[in-house]
């Protein structure tokens, strides 16, 4: 199977390659190990997201006025989140075929 390493930028490759270069082996396909590290950095990344939304649930709490402020950055918020699964089911597709 052919992997196609264009769904990775230069950088991410370059990181990539000075990360591992030393301690990379034949036994583990680069791919994987690209794949993987995404999904880790999606999946911290959407733990952030969900931490944001509890801080901003309770910022209301504390005080309803803000209940407009709340709705404008629970918006973004869920926008962010939704990027992020869209982006972390792709990788995840890669990874395990899904």
């Known amino acids: 199977m052919k992997n196609d390493y264009s769904v990775f930028s230069k950088e991410e490759l370059v990181q990539f390659l000075e990360q591992y270069e030393d301690k ?3 036994w583990q396909n680069p791919f994987y190990v690209l794949c993987r590290d995404k999904v880790n950095n ?3 990344k959407i733990n952030e997201n969900i931490k944001r939304y509890g801080e901003i649930t309770q910022e209301v709490k504390k005080d309803i ?3 407009d402020r709340f709705l404008e950055k629970f918006n973004e918020n869920c ?4 990027e992020l699964h869209e982006e972390l089911y ?4 890669l ?3 899904e």
């Open 24 to 26: 990379f082996k034949c």
């Open 42 to 44: 999606i999946m911290q």
């Open 65 to 67: 006025s803000l209940k």
């Open 79 to 82: 926008k962010e989140y939704d």
């Open 90 to 93: 792709k990788f995840r597709k």
């Open 95 to 97: 990874l395990y075929g």
